[in-house]
């Protein structure tokens, strides 16, 4: 399974809003109320479990969770700081 459908599964599995919905690369998770802050936080803790990878807070801002593009793009910049 590929990165960004390995993102889209652990929504689905972790936020009851996208349980029933189709998740696009660039379905706006944030801007379209499907992600409220505690929901990042959670994320971000899956995220750095399942890629073995450290989120520094200052290298993280809101919108790198608006989409699911938005955070294949974060991973990949957190991959290339490790």
């Given at each position: 399974?590929?990165?960004?459908?390995?993102?889209?599964?652990?929504l689905k599995k972790n936020i009851f809003e996208l349980e029933d919905v189709e998740i696009s690369d660039?379905?706006?998770?944030?801007?379209?109320?499907?992600?409220?802050?505690?929901?990042?936080?959670?994320?971000?803790?899956?995220?750095?479990?399942?890629?073995?990878?450290?989120m520094p807070i200052e290298e993280i801002e809101m919108i790198d969770f608006n989409t699911v593009n938005n955070i294949y793009c974060l991973i990949e910049r957190i991959k290339a700081l490790e």
């Open positions: 399974m590929n990165i960004k459908n390995q993102i889209k599964d652990i660039e379905l706006e998770l944030i801007s379209k109320g499907y992600l409220e802050s505690f929901d990042i936080i959670n994320i971000i803790s899956i995220l750095e479990m399942k890629f073995n990878i450290n």
